[in-house]
């Protein structure tokens, strides 16, 4: 046993809150319902946290057919998926994706809750990821990100206050690797799944976005910035691609398959 699976987490809504679960079965993309819906403005593109912080505070769940979004000072949305909407082209990071739209009432609820004009998505299609061959939904470019529990605990002995995990919204959170042990590896097995390393996660502004209060600060970029840029970005974590679908538990061994070759 090369580390331990601590942590499996699930957002539904793009830039919601995330869903902590304790077993969960990995699909092609990704952990089940992971950013299956998404707010976009009248035109279509997509909304996120790097446009209103306050997104933090959404509290999403969903169960397959029915959405719940609770937030401070509204009532709860209690929405019933809808696949039969209207179909639009919508775009995520500046490329093209398909939503069915699911309709005015959550739009209104959505619009009002943000202040903001915009319209509640519903993925659709096939949106192949940038790299490695693998599939997601509403995600920024990939299905899973991977971070060592070591890596938050280095950054945090460098900061002046601590950080929760919740910053970086990773999909699994793994002890045992060591600091930026994920950096080094391509292939991890955790029960009958296997999962590839694609690429390093280049991070933006949501980082500095406290998830409990929607207020943001200078950290941790600034911090980070000092020692893990490259690639023109600030790296933090994994994305990652399922090579090997199986059910994922916290708690269950994580298994080192394949070094990142070095060089």
């Not at 909407?85 to 943000?114: I, M, N, P, Y």
């Not at 519903?122 to 890596?151: K, W």
């Not at 020692?227 to 994305?239: A, E, K, M, S, V």
Request: net charge negative.
């Amino acid at each position: 046993m090369d580390g331990t699976l601590t942590e499996l987490n699930a957002y539904p809504l793009k830039s919601g809150g995330g869903t902590a679960l304790r077993s969960a079965e990995l699909t092609e993309r990704g952990l089940p319902f992971d950013r299956e819906f998404m707010l976009v403005t009248p035109e279509g593109r997509f909304l996120s946290q790097r446009d209103f912080g306050r997104m933090a505070l959404m509290r999403p769940s969903y169960d397959g057919e029915i959405l719940t979004v609770d937030a401070p000072g509204a009532l709860s949305l209690v929405h019933k998926a809808v696949d039969d909407g209207e179909v639009r082209d919508v775009t995520v990071q500046r490329k093209e994706c398909q939503g069915v739209d699911q309709g005015d009432e959550a739009a209104a609820w959505f619009s009002d809750l943000l202040g903001h004009g915009c319209r509640l998505m519903r993925f659709t299609g096939h949106r192949p990821t940038s790299r490695g061959g693998g599939e997601v939904m509403f995600a920024d470019g990939y299905p899973l990100l991977v971070i060592s529990a070591e890596s938050l605990a280095d950054l945090n002995a460098r900061l002046d206050e601590p950080l929760p995990m919740n910053r970086f919204r990773p999909s699994l959170v793994i002890e045992g690797l060591g600091p930026y042990g994920e950096d080094g590896v391509r292939l991890l097995r955790i029960g009958e799944a296997v999962i590839e390393m694609v690429k390093p996660c280049s991070r933006c502004v949501v980082t500095t976005t406290d998830q409990r209060t929607g207020e943001r600060g200078r950290e941790p970029l600034r911090t980070l910035a000092s020692y893990r840029t490259w690639d023109r970005g600030i790296q933090f974590g994994q994305n990652c691609v399922p090579r090997a679908l199986g059910t994922l538990t916290v708690g269950d061994p994580v298994e080192i398959v394949a070094p990142r070759p070095s060089g």
